[in-house]
């Protein structure tokens, strides 16, 4: 993430209660320049004071002028995310954009499936889904979503106050082959896993084991600065 979402970090890693690793990249997207290294650390160091004993690893990356003009505004997210894995030591990794908040609880569960979860990912190289939702309506509180659980984020889907990320083709930046094939109003309904199969564009959010993990292609860069 850039500098000025570090706020966004810290509530990510409260909501994970687990290890985290994040590349943090100098720079204030809100205000369209790049952050002094002192300030950067400044800010840095106010947001890990805010996670008490929790495990984060995070390290600073600088923006670097080796490419054109046109390119340099580009945010460098595939290049964040190989730092980031670079940074991981455990079994396996959930990939998690900043702006996302992890459901309260999903590390605990994961842990508790130990072997058997890792053996699953490992040996018979599965991938667990990570279904993907967002807020659309002013009153709902995407934290009390993922705070209160399954039941409460239902409930806001058929309020019409949350649904799919990316979902409907409402805004610009709406992609629904993203996350279509996990078929997420069936995990709604459902209490237990099922399997789904990969379609063209379909990217989500999976756990996955660090080892088999492919490098993110970083010619390809993320919105602009």
């Given at each position: 993430?850039?500098?000025?979402?570090?706020?966004?970090?810290?509530?990510?890693?409260?909501?994970?209660?687990?290890?985290?690793?994040?590349?943090?990249?100098?720079?204030?997207?809100?205000?369209?320049r790049r952050v002094k290294l002192?300030?950067?650390?400044?800010?840095?160091?106010?947001?890990?004071?805010?996670?008490?004993?929790?495990?984060?690893?995070?390290?600073?990356?600088?923006?670097?002028?080796?490419?054109?003009?046109?390119?340099?505004?580009?945010?460098?997210?595939?290049?964040?995310?190989?730092?980031?894995?670079?940074?991981?030591?455990?079994?396996?990794?959930?990939?998690?954009?900043?702006?996302?908040?992890?459901?309260?609880?999903?590390?605990?569960?994961?842990?508790?499936?130990?072997?058997?979860?890792?053996?699953?990912?490992t040996e018979e190289r599965t991938?667990?889904?990570?279904?993907?939702?967002?807020?659309?309506?002013?009153?709902?509180?995407?934290?009390?979503?993922?705070?209160?659980?399954?039941?409460?984020?239902?409930?806001?889907?058929?309020?019409?106050?949350?649904?799919?990320?990316?979902?409907?083709?409402?805004?610009?930046?709406?992609?629904?082959?993203?996350?279509?094939?996990?078929?997420?109003?069936?995990?709604?309904?459902?209490?237990?896993?099922?399997?789904?199969?990969?379609?063209?564009?379909?990217?989500?959010?999976?756990?996955?084991?660090?080892?088999?993990?492919?490098?993110?292609?970083?010619?390809?860069?993320?919105?602009?600065?």
């Amino acid at each position: 993430c850039s500098v000025e979402r570090l706020d966004r970090l810290v509530e990510q890693a409260i909501a994970w209660d687990g290890p985290l690793v994040a590349a943090v990249l100098a720079f204030d997207g809100r205000r369209g320049r790049r952050v002094k290294l002192t300030d950067s650390l400044s800010a840095l160091g106010s947001a890990i004071n805010k996670l008490s004993a929790r495990c984060v690893r995070v390290e600073l990356y600088e923006v670097i002028d080796d490419q054109p003009p046109p390119l340099r505004s580009l945010y460098p997210i595939n290049a964040l995310r190989n730092a980031a894995l670079a940074m991981a030591h455990s079994e396996l990794v959930l990939c998690l954009d900043v702006d996302f908040l992890p459901c309260a609880g999903l590390f605990a569960r994961l842990e508790g499936g130990g072997g058997a979860l890792r053996r699953q990912c490992t040996e018979e190289r599965t991938l667990l889904v990570v279904p993907a939702f967002e807020s659309c309506a002013a009153t709902c509180d995407a934290a009390r979503l993922a705070r209160e659980g399954k039941d409460t984020l239902r409930a806001a889907v058929e309020a019409g106050e949350a649904r799919v990320f990316a979902s409907d083709g409402r805004c610009a930046g709406d992609f629904p082959q993203g996350h279509r094939a996990t078929d997420s109003e069936r995990w709604l309904r459902s209490d237990g896993a099922y399997t789904v199969e990969h379609e063209d564009g379909y990217e989500p959010f999976v756990i996955a084991p660090r080892r088999l993990s492919p490098k993110y292609d970083e010619r390809f860069c993320g919105c602009l600065l």
